[in-house]
Nanobody
């Protein structure tokens, strides 16, 4: 069993900053890509940022220059540093990970989400 748990979501004013964390636990041999997605009310879930185990990072254009993704591979964790937050960043943020089990099977796992609300 693998579990992803996000934390760090909060209510923040426009222009503010927030740091999200996601921890993977369970039967894990290695983790390839870890990513953040978000889903605003009435909208589809969308890609925010990703980081491979080797350190390659990608960002959606809407967050480039404002969000920074990072990983702690030994602790199976991923982080999202968010700054210059806008009301449009309001969403539930989800962590996603591609995980290899000790039995050599790949699986894609999602966390339960953490709410980020940007409002004055």
């Amino acid at each position: 069993q693998v579990r992803l748990v996000e934390s760090g979501g909060d209510l923040v004013q426009p222009g503010g900053s927030l740091r999200l964390s996601c921890a993977a636990s369970g039967s894990i041999a290695t983790i390839n890509t870890m990513a953040w997605y978000r889903q605003a009310p009435g909208k589809e879930r969308e890609f925010v940022a990703s980081a491979t185990r080797g350190g390659n990072k990608k960002y959606d254009d809407s967050v480039k220059g404002r969000f920074t993704i990072s990983r702690d591979n030994p602790r199976h964790m991923i982080f999202l540093e968010m700054s210059s937050l806008k009301p449009d960043d309001t969403a539930v943020y989800y962590c996603k990970a591609d995980i290899l089990s000790p039995s050599n099977e790949w699986g894609t796992y999602w966390g339960q989400g953490t709410q980020v609300t940007v409002s004055s």
